[in-house]
Every structure is written in structure tokens, then in C-alpha cells.
């Protein structure tokens, strides 16, 4: 299939169905960009991420509301 041939059906989708082929491509795309993106490596973040040490102690917004 050339690009000509594919250009022409696309031509003669409603504009509904052409907005579903523009999304269609752009996800194609996107995957396609997606697959060069190193993984992420697990423990890489490892001391990124603090916890405040009172994360577990109701909140005072709340308590208020009872």
C-alpha cells in the first residue's frame, strides 16, 4: 500500500471516522517513541521519596468536622 492509496481512503471516511484514524496514528506514534524510553530500574528513587513521620496520624482538618 503507497501513501497516495491510503491518503484516499482516508478521504473517504466521514470526518468522525478520520478523527479516529488522527488518534489511531498519534498512538501509534506514541508507542513508537514509548519503545526508545529506557525502564525504569527498581530501587533507582531509592531516597527520592521522604515520608513525614507523623503520615500515619489523623489529620486535624478531620477531627474538626466531628
Known amino acids: ?4 492509496s ?3 481512503k ?6 468522525d471516522l478520520q478523527k ?3 488518534i489511531f496514528l498519534d498512538n501509534l506514534l506514541k508507542k513508537k517513541t514509548d519503545i526508545n524510553k529506557p525502564k525504569p530500574v527498581f530501587g533507582s528513587a531509592k531516597g ?8 500515619d496520624e489523623p489529620l ?7
Open 48 to 55: 527520592e521519596i521522604v515520608i513525614s513521620p507523623d503520615f
Open 1 to 4: 500500500m503507497n501513501i497516495k
Open 20 to 22: 479516529e484514524v488522527e
Open 60 to 66: 486535624e482538618e478531620l477531627s474538626q468536622l466531628q
Open 10 to 15: 482516508i478521504e473517504n471516511l466521514p470526518p
Open 6 to 8: 491510503l491518503q484516499a
